[in-house]
């Protein structure tokens, strides 16, 4: 079974430029979930997908970030612009259902300077 | 917003048994205890899970305490592969509420 898939692995870009991540969950799962991991911290959940309907994106911070999930599958999420700390890592993960477990992808590490 | 409490860090030798502590004083009896790691570089990796019953599978052990508290994590014979974070999380299952990471304990295998 292939695993969650998620590219790019690495981008580096100037504050106030866009940026584009994207994810390709495990076949079959319902549930999408994207992350941010700043350093030394554990990865905190910015939205989540049931299928392709967000069921929370409290901790998205919506004036600059969105993602969708078109069709169900695959998940992009965008940050526009960037800010000097969204430096971090930005983690998919899926799983078939809600409260089952998750897979995760191994992350894109955004750097913005 | 985290609901569990980890030491920061640990050591254990290599072959030895590595016992992971977990506190959830506030845990409610519809959540579940649930164990990741997140060895360097990679994405975060389910280990196990719980509710009431002690719990085993291929990777680890999960010992819960009767009043549900606190948790232990036993990896039986610890290799130098197994060096990584471990997050302990509760969640109530089969509804929406967030996974809180917290930071985890760096465990470090040492030969």
């Known amino acids: 079974e292939a695993g969650v898939a998620q590219s790019p692995r690495y981008k580096i870009i100037e504050k106030r430029q866009s940026v584009a991540f994207w994810c390709n969950p495990i076949?079959?799962?319902?549930?999408l979930y994207w992350y941010q991991q700043i350093l030394g911290q554990g990865p905190k959940l910015l939205i989540q997908f049931q299928n392709n309907g967000v069921v929370d994106d409290s901790q998205l911070p919506k004036d600059r970030f969105s993602a969708e999930r078109l069709k169900g599958v695959d998940s992009t999420l965008k940050i526009q612009p960037a800010k000097l700390e969204d430096s971090a890592v930005y983690l998919c993960?899926?799983?078939?259902?809600?409260?089952?477990?998750?897979?995760f992808g191994p992350g894109t590490r955004l750097t913005v300077l | 917003d985290a609901k569990t409490t980890q030491p920061t860090s640990m050591d254990c030798a290599e072959g030895r048994a590595a016992n992971l502590p977990c506190n959830h004083s506030t845990i409610s009896g519809n959540e579940y205890v649930y164990w990741y790691r997140q060895i360097h570089s990679q994405g975060p990796q389910y280990i196990i899970h719980g509710l009431k019953n002690n719990e085993t599978n291929e990777m680890a052990s999960l010992i819960i305490t009767e009043d549900r508290k606190s948790s232990t994590l036993i990896l039986p014979h610890a290799t130098l592969r197994d060096t990584a974070v471990y997050y302990c999380i509760v969640r109530a299952i089969y509804n929406f509420n967030k996974f809180y990471f917290g930071s985890g304990t760096k465990l470090n295998v040492k030969p």
């Open positions: 076949s079959g799962h319902a549930t």
């Open positions: 993960a899926s799983s078939r259902e809600v409260g089952a477990e998750q897979f």
